[in-house]
DNA sequence: TGCGGTACTTACCTTTTGGTGAGCAAGGAG
DNA sequence: CTCCTTGCTCACCAAAAGGTAAGTACCGCA
């Protein structure tokens, strides 16, 4: 993939947001991040139920190219990668909020099964 | 009318509220909902540039399953039908708005092209 | 008579997305 | 010596999403 331009010109905001977040697990990524602040490959990993290391590793290299997280690499001997929010990525979280709230509301309201992460927050009921 | 349970569990709200606005078009077809109160099928279609009909009625059905849209039916002649948003869906819309307002930050920050819809407000034309 | 508009459905195909399992390089545990 | 760990990459597949084109039934317009 290439680097910056990602997709095609957008119709509006919604759109271009959409287009970033949209992927299996990057607002679970989002969401870790924004939680612990700093994580490395493998916490991503085991934070996310189900989640394949090919897909991790794209979405978070998609997610670099899009600016939202920075990618720290230490030339260890057993390999270390630290990945974190940029400024954009923590705003972008800030702007998920509400459609999370939303979403939640909807999941309360419908009866619908939620799956706790091992790691995360074990109640995201509030 | 219960044929809601369209996914598995979900780990988070943003997950839930994610699968509800995932598509093509879904976004698009929630704001001009919004814009417009109520839209013929056909005024949605003109109003999504390259939009296929097939798209268009799958992501409409969806999101009555979803409870986001309401289907009003007239049985004339010519058929009729109008689409316009739940409480839900209009919920959904105020919690989509700041994620516009991001994309519509990156957009600007990025550069990135943006087509305008006929019918929206138009600046880059071809 | 023939076309266009209305709101779809259906069949078929391509593109995109996501998943599986292997391998790599280097070291530590058993 | 072999397995497990870290953070990936690569080849191969399956499933889902999306697009194209056609058909349906009926009407008004020219």
Redesign the pocket.
Known sequence: MAQAPRNGPYICGIDAALDVV????KGLVLWELHTHGVR????LRRALP??????L?????QMEADGLVD?T?YAE?????EYSLTASGAALNEALLPLGEWGRDRIHRHGLDVVAAPGTSASTAS
Chains 1, 2 share one sequence.
């Open positions: 949209s992927g299996k697990w490395r490959f493998a916490e189900g989640v394949s290391e090919k897909m590793t794209q979405h978070l290299r990618r690499v001997v057993p390999p270390k990668v």
